[in-house]
């Protein structure tokens, strides 16, 4: 799961992905990551670890890093959620294995950073719960 500074959007897609896996007894690894370094060995925003909260899944563990090529190695799948850290990734893929591992968690739209308003964190939620359901249905 990338976003851009790994503290509002992937920290969520991790830990909804996490607990929709865990509940469905998939012994998946999920992990998030940022394009951007800002925020390297911080916890996620208050406001996502808040909203997660809410809906019985606790993030507030979780360490902020950023996106590495040695991600294309550990993972099978890397989901961004807007199509500049989808560019960003791609940049950094170093062949076509690499690139086609990685994907809009969406498929095809965004979810959108709500870093400036307090308001979005729910929606984003939901958005990303919605497109980890999908994923699970989809790689099952």
């Not at 469905?24 to 998030?32: F, K, T, V």
């Not at 808040?50 to 019985?56: F, P, S």
């Not at 850290?85 to 591992?101: G, H, P, V, W, Y």
């Not at 729910?122 to 994923?135: D, K, R, T």
Request: with cysteine; proline share 4%.
């Amino acid at each position: 799961m990338v976003c851009l500074g790994n503290i509002c959007r992937s920290p969520l897609a991790e830990g909804i992905m996490q607990h929709l896996a865990d509940k469905q007894g998939l012994n998946w690894e999920i992990d998030s990551a940022g394009t951007g370094d800002w925020h390297v060995g911080q916890g996620p925003d208050r406001r996502s670890v808040r909203t997660a909260g809410e809906h019985g899944i606790d993030i507030s563990r979780q360490i902020c890093r950023l996106f590495r090529r040695s991600d294309f190695d550990e993972f099978d799948h890397i989901l961004a959620m807007d199509r500049s850290n989808l560019s960003n990734i791609l940049a950094m893929a170093r062949n076509a294995n690499d690139a086609n591992k990685v994907s809009l968690l969406l498929v095809d739209q965004i979810v959108p950073d709500p870093y400036h308003d307090d308001r979005q964190f729910e929606p984003v939620f939901n958005l990303i719960e919605e497109g980890c359901h999908a994923f699970i249905d989809r790689y099952k």
